[in-house]
């Protein structure tokens, strides 16, 4: 399995931007799709966005489309999760995920194809 840390998350007005960043290894990073999820208190962990093994394919919750990007790079073993215009609703602990299809390079993802997770870190959006 991989082993995934989180960074980046904090307190931010409603408006701003915060980027977080998911250090991997373990395994072959490049070859595995990998996600970012949500789980605001009392609620469900979402998926968020996730990324192919290529970079090359990206999914997007609804409520983010437009105002969050994922990336990756390989070579670094990262992935970053650029969140702008910053809602208090995006309040929540966020999540990276790595998947555990082996060079899966769709546009379909649940939460039961991530194997591998972060310990999360937390995002604070005030009004």
């Known amino acids: 399995q991989a082993q995934l840390v989180e960074s980046g998350g904090g307190l931010v007005q409603a408006g701003g931007s915060l980027r977080l960043s998911c250090a991997a290894s373990g395994r072959t990073f490049s070859s595995y799709a990998m996600g970012w999820f949500r789980q605001a208190p009392g609620k469900e962990r979402d998926l968020v966005a996730a990324?192919?093994?290529?970079?090359?394919?990206?999914y997007y919750a609804d409520s983010v489309k437009g105002r969050f990007t994922i990336s990756r790079d390989n070579a670094k073993n990262m992935v970053y999760l650029q969140m702008n215009s910053l809602k208090p609703e995006d309040t929540a602990v966020y999540y990276c995920?790595?998947?555990?299809?082996?060079?899966?390079?769709?546009?379909?993802?649940?939460?039961?194809?991530?194997?591998?997770w972060g310990q999360g870190t937390q995002v604070t959006v005030s009004s």
């Open positions: 990324i192919s093994w290529t970079g090359g394919s990206t």
């Open positions: 995920a790595a998947d555990r299809r082996l060079l899966y390079s769709g546009s379909y993802y649940q939460r039961s194809d991530f194997g591998s």
